[in-house]
């Protein structure tokens, strides 16, 4: 990430790179902001920018993979970064920048359930998720937080055996007798 530059509106930007493309990004914390610290201002602009870089780059992938197809270049081939519609890329990146909201209790993606069936049906849906990623060749590392706790959630509610193993692992589990151990 580059340092902030100010903009003529008195803006904020600086810039980071996703998969050697090179996007602005606003900065909207200010210190003194809510009674933020200059090093909370910062801590709170770098943590979004990383988490922009992070969400927005099976997007950059997916469009490099596009480029590579449209032009018959070989999967392991590099693409340079010029080549991208740039413009494009940066209006649905500003877009998404500016909806992002941080989120609510430890980042969002497949939240752990409170509930130990609900936690166990996760487990097992997640499982089955990555599995099936895996026989399409879809890299884990493309598909993001949010689209895996959608896929996660999808598949819970497409099989319901999923929910009544979770209930007959959680419902074993509690049977075991921990007596054979001298506990």
């Given at each position: ?96 920048a ?7 209790g ?39 937080k ?38």
């Amino acid at each position: 990430m580059t340092d902030a530059n100010t903009t003529a509106n008195d803006v904020q930007v600086s810039e980071i790179t996703i998969q050697g493309l090179a996007f602005e990004v606003d900065r909207p914390y200010k210190a003194g902001q809510i009674d933020l610290s200059e090093g909370e201002a910062h801590a709170l602009n770098q943590t979004r920018a990383e988490n922009l870089r992070n969400n927005f780059a099976p997007q950059v992938r997916k469009a490099i993979e596009e480029y590579r197809k449209a032009n018959n270049l070989p999967e392991d081939g590099e693409v340079a970064v010029t080549n991208l519609d740039r413009d494009t890329l940066q209006t649905e990146f500003d877009k998404y920048a500016d909806n992002y909201k941080f989120a609510v209790g430890g980042g969002g993606g497949t939240r752990t359930p409170l509930d130990p069936v609900m936690r166990e049906a996760t487990r097992i849906a997640t499982d089955k998720v990555k599995t099936a990623l895996s026989e399409k060749n879809i890299k884990l590392s493309a598909v993001s937080k949010d689209r895996m706790a959608e896929l996660v959630k999808q598949v819970i509610g497409k099989y319901p055996e999923i929910k009544a193993e979770a209930q007959r692992r959680v419902e074993a589990t509690g049977a075991i007798a921990l007596d054979a151990i001298g506990l």
